[in-house]
Protein backbone atom coordinates (compact mmCIF):
# COMPACT_ATOMS: atom_id res chain seq x y z
CA UNK A 1 0.00 0.00 0.00
CA UNK A 2 2.98 2.27 0.82
CA UNK A 3 4.25 1.84 -2.64
CA UNK A 4 1.02 2.48 -4.30
CA UNK A 5 0.76 5.65 -2.09
CA UNK A 6 3.95 6.26 -3.68
CA UNK A 7 2.41 6.83 -7.46
CA UNK A 8 0.73 9.81 -5.89
CA UNK A 9 3.41 12.04 -4.64
CA UNK A 10 4.68 15.14 -6.30
CA UNK A 11 8.08 15.00 -7.32
CA UNK A 12 10.38 17.28 -4.68
CA UNK A 13 14.02 17.86 -4.79
CA UNK A 14 14.97 18.10 -1.02
CA UNK A 15 17.39 21.12 0.17
CA UNK A 16 18.49 19.28 2.57
CA UNK A 17 20.77 16.33 3.58
CA UNK A 18 22.00 14.12 0.50
CA UNK A 19 23.06 15.89 -2.32
CA UNK A 20 20.72 15.65 -5.48
CA UNK A 21 18.88 13.42 -3.53
CA UNK A 22 14.86 13.69 -4.86
CA UNK A 23 11.95 12.35 -4.26
CA UNK A 24 9.84 11.11 -6.83
CA UNK A 25 6.57 8.99 -7.38
CA UNK A 26 6.99 5.32 -8.30
CA UNK A 27 6.31 4.27 -11.75
CA UNK A 28 4.27 0.72 -12.06
CA UNK A 29 7.14 -1.31 -13.18
CA UNK A 30 9.61 -0.22 -10.54
CA UNK A 31 6.27 -1.34 -8.17
CA UNK A 32 6.54 -4.50 -9.78
CA UNK A 33 10.60 -4.78 -9.05
CA UNK A 34 10.32 -3.93 -5.74
CA UNK A 35 7.57 -6.42 -5.21
CA UNK A 36 9.92 -9.12 -7.02
CA UNK A 37 12.80 -8.12 -4.42
CA UNK A 38 9.90 -9.16 -1.60
CA UNK A 39 9.94 -12.35 -2.34
CA UNK A 40 12.72 -13.36 -3.50
CA UNK A 41 15.82 -11.28 -2.07
CA UNK A 42 14.61 -12.72 1.49
CA UNK A 43 13.65 -16.20 0.24
CA UNK A 44 17.36 -17.76 1.95
CA UNK A 45 16.75 -16.01 5.40
CA UNK A 46 13.40 -16.25 5.53
CA UNK A 47 14.33 -20.15 5.48
CA UNK A 48 16.99 -19.79 7.80
CA UNK A 49 14.68 -18.18 10.50
CA UNK A 50 11.74 -20.90 9.93
CA UNK A 51 14.16 -24.06 10.67
CA UNK A 52 15.79 -21.89 13.60
CA UNK A 53 12.29 -21.27 15.08
CA UNK A 54 11.20 -24.76 14.53
CA UNK A 55 14.40 -26.04 16.02
CA UNK A 56 13.52 -23.68 18.67
CA UNK A 57 10.15 -25.42 18.95
CA UNK A 58 11.11 -28.71 19.38
CA UNK A 59 13.25 -28.16 21.95
CA UNK A 60 9.86 -26.57 23.81
CA UNK A 61 6.86 -28.49 23.87
CA UNK A 62 5.41 -26.35 26.10
CA UNK A 63 5.50 -23.55 23.87
CA UNK A 64 3.96 -25.84 20.94
CA UNK A 65 1.42 -26.32 23.11
CA UNK A 66 0.85 -22.76 24.29
CA UNK A 67 0.62 -21.68 20.44
CA UNK A 68 -1.98 -24.38 19.52
CA UNK A 69 -4.39 -23.46 21.74
CA UNK A 70 -4.25 -19.99 20.94
CA UNK A 71 -4.78 -21.20 17.23
CA UNK A 72 -7.62 -22.93 18.14
CA UNK A 73 -9.38 -20.21 20.12
CA UNK A 74 -8.29 -17.47 17.53
CA UNK A 75 -8.70 -19.70 13.87
CA UNK A 76 -10.59 -22.56 15.26
CA UNK A 77 -10.96 -25.23 13.23
CA UNK A 78 -10.62 -23.64 9.65
CA UNK A 79 -7.68 -24.75 7.33
CA UNK A 80 -7.26 -21.07 6.50
CA UNK A 81 -6.78 -17.37 8.44
CA UNK A 82 -6.33 -14.26 7.51
CA UNK A 83 -4.70 -11.60 7.82
CA UNK A 84 -6.57 -10.23 11.19
CA UNK A 85 -6.52 -13.46 12.47
CA UNK A 86 -2.69 -13.49 12.70
CA UNK A 87 -2.53 -10.38 13.89
CA UNK A 88 -4.50 -11.32 16.57
CA UNK A 89 -1.78 -14.30 17.52
CA UNK A 90 0.00 -12.50 20.33
CA UNK A 91 1.42 -14.88 21.93
CA UNK A 92 3.10 -16.63 18.70
CA UNK A 93 4.30 -13.23 17.93
CA UNK A 94 6.31 -13.36 21.23
CA UNK A 95 7.44 -16.60 20.05
CA UNK A 96 8.72 -15.84 16.71
CA UNK A 97 10.38 -12.50 18.03
CA UNK A 98 12.45 -14.17 20.47
CA UNK A 99 13.56 -17.02 18.36
CA UNK A 100 14.74 -13.96 15.91
CA UNK A 101 16.37 -12.70 19.22
CA UNK A 102 18.40 -15.75 20.00
CA UNK A 103 18.43 -17.10 16.13
CA UNK A 104 19.02 -13.86 14.25
CA UNK A 105 19.41 -14.89 10.77
CA UNK A 106 21.37 -11.36 10.41
CA UNK A 107 24.96 -11.71 12.45
CA UNK A 108 25.44 -8.01 11.45
CA UNK A 109 24.27 -4.79 9.74
CA UNK A 110 26.47 -2.36 8.04
CA UNK A 111 25.59 1.61 7.83
CA UNK A 112 27.69 4.76 6.25
CA UNK A 113 28.27 7.90 8.53
CA UNK A 114 26.82 10.63 6.81
CA UNK A 115 28.59 13.25 8.49
CA UNK A 116 30.97 13.63 11.42
CA UNK A 117 29.36 12.86 14.79
CA UNK A 118 30.89 12.07 18.19
CA UNK A 119 28.80 9.48 20.06
CA UNK A 120 30.06 9.24 23.58
CA UNK A 121 33.10 10.83 23.20
CA UNK A 122 34.12 9.00 20.06
CA UNK A 123 34.40 10.83 16.70
CA UNK A 124 33.06 9.07 13.64
CA UNK A 125 34.51 10.73 10.70
CA UNK A 126 31.69 11.43 7.67
CA UNK A 127 32.16 7.84 5.45
CA UNK A 128 32.61 5.49 8.36
CA UNK A 129 31.42 2.30 7.37
CA UNK A 130 29.49 1.24 10.95
CA UNK A 131 29.31 -1.99 11.63
CA UNK A 132 26.64 -2.95 14.39
CA UNK A 133 27.15 -6.53 15.59
CA UNK A 134 23.60 -7.75 15.70
CA UNK A 135 24.09 -10.83 17.43
CA UNK A 136 25.99 -9.39 20.17
CA UNK A 137 23.57 -7.15 21.26
CA UNK A 138 21.00 -9.64 21.61
CA UNK A 139 23.07 -12.01 23.76
CA UNK A 140 23.74 -8.69 25.93
CA UNK A 141 22.83 -9.66 29.22
CA UNK A 142 22.94 -6.06 30.35
CA UNK A 143 19.76 -5.93 28.07
CA UNK A 144 18.65 -9.50 28.40
CA UNK A 145 18.47 -11.29 31.04
CA UNK A 146 19.99 -14.93 30.85
CA UNK A 147 20.01 -14.25 27.29
CA UNK A 148 21.20 -17.99 26.46
CA UNK A 149 17.57 -19.09 27.25
CA UNK A 150 14.35 -19.29 24.86
CA UNK A 151 12.22 -17.08 26.96
CA UNK A 152 8.81 -15.39 24.37
CA UNK A 153 7.44 -14.17 27.92
CA UNK A 154 10.31 -11.21 27.57
CA UNK A 155 7.79 -9.82 24.84
CA UNK A 156 4.98 -8.71 27.60
CA UNK A 157 7.06 -5.93 28.25
CA UNK A 158 7.71 -3.02 25.86
CA UNK A 159 11.26 -3.46 24.93
CA UNK A 160 13.81 -0.93 23.25
CA UNK A 161 14.19 -1.18 19.57
CA UNK A 162 17.67 -0.86 19.50
CA UNK A 163 18.02 -3.94 21.81
CA UNK A 164 16.28 -6.05 19.05
CA UNK A 165 16.88 -5.19 15.88
CA UNK A 166 17.22 -8.87 13.44
CA UNK A 167 15.62 -6.63 10.45
CA UNK A 168 18.14 -3.96 11.49
CA UNK A 169 16.05 -0.03 12.93
CA UNK A 170 15.46 2.77 11.35
CA UNK A 171 14.84 4.30 7.99
CA UNK A 172 17.05 1.72 6.73
CA UNK A 173 15.94 -1.07 8.22
CA UNK A 174 14.71 -4.35 6.11
CA UNK A 175 12.14 -2.82 3.57
CA UNK A 176 10.40 -6.37 3.76
CA UNK A 177 9.95 -6.67 7.52
CA UNK A 178 6.48 -6.70 8.04
CA UNK A 179 5.88 -8.77 5.21
CA UNK A 180 8.51 -11.51 6.47
CA UNK A 181 7.13 -11.77 9.67
CA UNK A 182 3.25 -12.47 7.91
CA UNK A 183 4.32 -14.86 6.14
CA UNK A 184 6.54 -16.90 8.79
CA UNK A 185 3.60 -16.19 11.42
CA UNK A 186 1.06 -17.85 8.56
CA UNK A 187 3.52 -20.99 7.69
CA UNK A 188 4.11 -21.15 11.43
CA UNK A 189 -0.04 -21.75 12.17
CA UNK A 190 0.01 -24.42 9.48
CA UNK A 191 2.69 -26.12 10.55
CA UNK A 192 1.92 -26.40 14.41
CA UNK A 193 -1.44 -26.77 13.92
CA UNK A 194 -1.18 -30.19 11.69
CA UNK A 195 2.33 -31.62 13.01
CA UNK A 196 4.16 -31.88 16.33
CA UNK A 197 7.95 -30.95 15.65
CA UNK A 198 10.37 -32.57 17.51
CA UNK A 199 14.00 -33.34 17.17
CA UNK A 200 15.93 -36.54 16.22
CA UNK A 201 17.68 -37.03 19.28
CA UNK A 202 17.81 -35.92 23.03
CA UNK A 203 19.46 -32.88 23.57
CA UNK A 204 19.76 -32.25 19.60
CA UNK A 205 22.19 -29.02 19.07
CA UNK A 206 22.23 -26.79 16.11
CA UNK A 207 24.89 -25.93 13.98
CA UNK A 208 25.39 -22.72 12.43
CA UNK A 209 27.43 -21.43 9.49
CA UNK A 210 30.16 -18.77 10.84
CA UNK A 211 29.93 -16.85 8.01
CA UNK A 212 26.11 -15.89 7.21
CA UNK A 213 24.47 -17.66 10.33
CA UNK A 214 22.39 -20.32 8.59
CA UNK A 215 21.74 -23.75 10.63
CA UNK A 216 23.82 -26.28 8.84
CA UNK A 217 22.03 -29.70 7.72
CA UNK A 218 19.51 -28.92 10.78
CA UNK A 219 17.39 -31.86 10.89
CA UNK A 220 13.84 -32.15 12.81
CA UNK A 221 10.89 -34.73 12.98
CA UNK A 222 7.14 -34.29 12.66
CA UNK A 223 4.36 -35.91 13.92
CA UNK A 224 1.08 -35.53 12.38
CA UNK A 225 -1.55 -34.17 14.86
CA UNK A 226 -4.51 -36.00 13.74
Known amino acids: QVMLDAQE ?29 F ?19 ANHPEVQAKILNEIANVIGDSDRCNYDQVKELYYLDKVLRESLRLYSPSQA ?5 SEDVVIMGLKIPKGTVVSIPI ?14 KFNPE ?3 QEINPYHWMPFGYGP ?23 FEIKLCEPNQQMERNKMTGSPVDLKLMVERRF
Open 39 to 57: FFAAYNTIGDAMAMTLFAL
Open 109 to 113: ADRVC
Open 154 to 156: RFR
Open 9 to 37: IDEVKEEDGDEGRQRKPLKEDEILSNCSI
Open 172 to 194: RNCIGLRMALIEMKIALVHLVKN
Open 135 to 148: HAVHMDPDNWPEPE
